[in-house]
């Protein structure tokens, strides 16, 4: 490939509306080009890396016997009725009706597809375990797009899914692809942490998620650093401490105008957590009363799971009132209305805790849980803090930014139960096909790489994801035996197997140089008249700030060493 012809060209503005270093280094470099909000155009180079990124998923994918297929990317919305995702998810699963007025889906992901594939080929538990997996474009209408590739609305995913006849075929092959996803990652430079996750919208139970630490990831992790705890932070639990106290009777308090928790506590002269917060929601038009301490916060993503839907609201106060609730001064305790009470788990081990006294300008001292008021649910709805107390092992916790890099889940029965996938068993019992998904999204992949290894000069591309393996620069500026030099050695290195950036273009060295490092290529060559005099040809790896002339027969053997250092990718180079 030549630089003179190459389709796109490198920057030296940063974009307006970059955020953080890979966003900016992929632009510069010529790799995409925005389209549209969350939108983008890979161009030649990057998509050069994305197809090296996505052999390294195939090989591993085949490796545990993966089958590749192609479904598509346009769905009918019958079939994400049967699963009930139609009603539960918003818009960021897009709709829209065909020529016929029919109901149709821009597919977000594909486990209803790949259960309507299984209820129509599978039949017989023979035919199981499988594992099927592609590589397709998701369209996902997130409500606000950022990070250049980290979070887009259209993006190229690697989705498998494992079909088995119960729940232990699904747990025997979960580490498997578990691994796989390791070797993945490394394989790409990147040192993964694993963490439990919530699995959202995708539903069934156990779901792990690989993860990039990384002060620019949209992610919080939860880390112990004395046990092996890890999780999301919208999956992360606390071991909250038990209160000892006796329990006083409950006393009210005129605490007029204090309708906040900050200022109740300072009004009482009491840390903020031995009081109580109510937060009000609205879900499928019932009245939802949170019930939390008040120096925490809800979690509106474990509030989801608990709720079974995304789709609620912060409560009007009209429907506060309608319960016999006062605004700033809400209680649990005797209310008139019907109300669903969803009380966190931060609150039975507490003791005489200040609550409202659902009468404005009063509170009341004293109150605790199972005397004064009962819930529906006691469940962990809380944001963990940095500093809380791990719950294996009671040590502090400490929240890490990080990017998502893959997800896996144990989806069980969920698609295949309402969708009607079963299969017969050896008994001939008709029974449900047990299911897991596992994606990876490439581009994503692909930023994250690129977040961990750059410098202030530009990308740094481990060589087994760059867009060439070799950078070669022709200093020639009318010398036609330099020239002549370049073009035989780019003709003879691709001879002998090595992808090549030939820097052909009438520029100044300057420019050719900034730009061999903005690209990141493993391996820069430069032919000039100074390098021919010492002997030969100048090598330079793109991590080291040192080059070295070498005579142009020595080139293969250590361009392939350079090219095999993988090790030094793994941590070297994390900005």
């Not at 007025?101 to 199981?128: A, F, K, P, W």
């Not at 002269?269 to 009363?289: C, H, N, Q």
């Not at 990017?403 to 698609?415: A, D, Q, S």
């Amino acid at each position: 490939m030549r630089m003179s012809n190459l389709f796109g060209r490198t920057l030296r503005e940063t974009p307006a509306d970059a955020e953080i270093p890979s966003h900016t280094l992929l632009v510069r470099a010529g790799m995409i080009r925005p389209l549209a909000a969350g939108v983008y155009s890979y161009m030649p180079l990057g998509w050069r890396t994305l197809r090296r990124i996505e052999h390294i998923i195939r090989e591993e994918m085949d490796a545990i016997d993966g089958q590749e297929v192609s479904m598509p990317v346009m769905h009918p919305a019958e079939i994400w009725k049967e699963t009930g995702r139609w009603y539960e998810l918003g818009p960021e699963l897009v709709r829209f009706q065909d020529r016929g007025n029919r109901d149709m889906v821009l597919g977000m992901t594909h486990e209803e597809v790949v259960t309507y594939l299984t209820r129509q080929e599978i039949s017989s538990y023979r035919q199981m375990p499988a594992m099927i997996y592609q590589f397709q474009t998701k369209i996902r209408d997130e409500p606000r797009s950022r990070g250049g590739l980290i979070r887009v609305r259209e993006f190229i995913m690697k989705d498998a899914y494992s079909l088995d006849v119960d729940f232990d075929g699904l747990d025997e092959f979960y580490p498997r692809i578990y691994q796989a996803y390791v070797n993945v990652f490394e394989r790409c430079g990147l040192d993964p942490l694993v963490v439990e996750a919530d699995p959202g919208m995708m539903g069934g139970s156990d779901s792990h998620e690989f993860m990039l630490v990384n002060e620019n990831g949209e992610d919080t992790v939860v880390v112990c650093a004395s046990c092996e705890y890890k999780a999301n932070r919208e999956n992360a639990h606390v071991a909250w401490p038990v209160d000892d106290e006796e329990m006083r009777p409950t006393e009210e308090v005129s605490t007029p105008g204090i309708d906040t928790i900050a200022g109740l506590a300072d009004f009482l002269d009491i840390p903020e957590r031995k009081t109580s917060k109510i937060v009000f929601y609205t879900a499928d038009g019932e009245l939802v009363f949170t019930v939390i301490r008040g120096d925490l916060d809800i979690n509106e993503t474990k509030l989801a799971g608990v709720l079974g839907t995304s789709e609620f609201e912060p409560a009007s106060e009209a429907a506060i009132e309608e319960v016999g609730a006062v605004p700033g001064y809400a209680s649990p305790i005797a209310l008139e209305g019907e109300a669903k009470i969803i009380v966190d788990e931060s609150i039975p081990s507490a003791r005489n805790l200040v609550a409202g006294a659902n009468k404005a300008g009063y509170h009341l001292r004293n109150v605790n849980y199972g005397r004064d008021y009962e819930a529906d649910e006691v469940v962990d709805i809380a944001t963990v803090r940095d500093g809380d107390a791990c719950p294996q092992c009671g040590d502090r916790l400490k929240l890490e930014r990080a990017i998502e890099l893959g997800h896996i889940f144990k989806l069980g029965t969920r698609y295949s139960e309402p969708m009607g996938a079963t299969y017969l068993d050896a008994d001939g019992e008709e029974r449900p096909v047990v299911m897991g998904s596992y994606g990876i999204g490439l581009g994503r992949l692909m930023a994250a790489i690129a977040e961990k290894y750059h410098d202030e000069y530009g990308l740094i591309w481990p060589p087994s994801v760059a867009p060439a393996g070799v950078y070669l620069i022709s200093l020639a500026s009318g010398d036609e035996e330099i020239g002549n030099t370049a073009e035989e050695l780019y003709q003879s290195l691709r001879d002998e197997g090595f992808s090549v950036l030939f820097d052909d273009r009438d520029e100044r060295a300057g420019v050719k140089f900034n730009d061999a490092d903005l690209i990141g290529a493993p391996v820069r060559l430069t032919v000039s008249s100074r390098a021919q005099k010492r002997g030969g040809i100048e090598i330079k790896a793109r991590w080291s700030d040192a080059s070295e002339v070498i005579p142009i027969e020595d080139l293969p053997s250590l361009i392939r060493e350079y090219l095999g250092s993988s090790s030094r990718f793994g941590g070297q180079h994390a900005e």
